[in-house]
């Protein structure tokens, strides 16, 4: 039987091979962008979030502009997100504090991102991963799922799992890895439906394998 990390480099050579090109499908100019877009990820298709953004980031360039905007306004722009009251405070409240205490420009720091209203560890990884400042790796619904499928990680729990994670992976690799397996995860291995029978991992993967090798 194969140990955590074996099953770990046979995925992450397994991803390298099929997914090489993965990374971020939020479309953003700068750190900012992308902060704004993660936020209003949350139960939302990546796809309709660069609908709204582009409207978004037209009409509201940066920190400044958006600080001053009027809440009304951002909820109808963001209203096809889902949850939009609160997406639509949250990212106000967000601007404010940027331009308050860090002169208009986001701070790529961990412990910095995390005081911003509605943002936790995975939307500033997200951020910190895509400029170079990776301090940890994004746990999404895909990197769950499919990690605690293959028995990679054996927790439940978000903040676990990103410690399993990062024991297993070099640091290097922190924001491919998330890249790829979400890639991953919406293009084989599915919530719902996955393609086992299609997957390059199965033989490694104790899901598969403990539905008795097919699905």
């Known amino acids: 039987m194969m140990n955590k990390q074996q099953k770990t480099e046979i995925f992450l050579t397994f991803l390298n091979e099929k997914y090489a090109d993965a990374e971020c499908s939020l479309v ?33 360039p940066d920190a400044e502009n958006m600080a001053e905007s009027d809440l009304q306004e951002l ?6 997100t889902g ?16 331009v308050e205490d860090y002169q208009g420009k986001l701070p790529l720091d961990m412990a910095k991102l995390i005081e911003l209203p509605g943002v936790g560890r995975k939307t500033a990884n997200v951020v910190l991963g895509n400029f170079g400042k990776a301090e940890g790796i994004v746990v ?10 293959i028995g990679i990680v054996s927790s439940g729990d978000p903040e676990k799992i990103e410690k399993e994670l990062i024991s297993l992976i070099p640091q290097n690799r922190w924001n491919k890895f998330s ?3 979400i890639a991953f995860g919406r293009d084989i291995c599915r919530s719902r439906t ?9 033989e490694a993967c104790a899901y598969f394998l403990n539905k008795g090798g097919s699905r």
């Open 28 to 60: 953003h100019r700068n750190p900012f962008e992308l902060l704004i877009a993660t936020v209003l990820s949350a139960q939302c298709t990546d796809e309709r979030v660069n609908k709204v953004t582009s409207v978004l980031f037209d009409k509201y």
């Open 75 to 80: 909820m109808e722009i963001v209203r096809s």
């Open 83 to 98: 949850f939009y009251k609160n997406k639509a405070s949250n990212i106000l409240k967000i601007a404010k504090k940027i």
């Open 140 to 149: 999404d619904t895909h990197v769950k799922r499919v990690n605690s499928r």
């Open 179 to 181: 890249h790829q397996v």
């Open 194 to 202: 996955p393609k086992c029978n299609e997957c390059g991992m199965r």
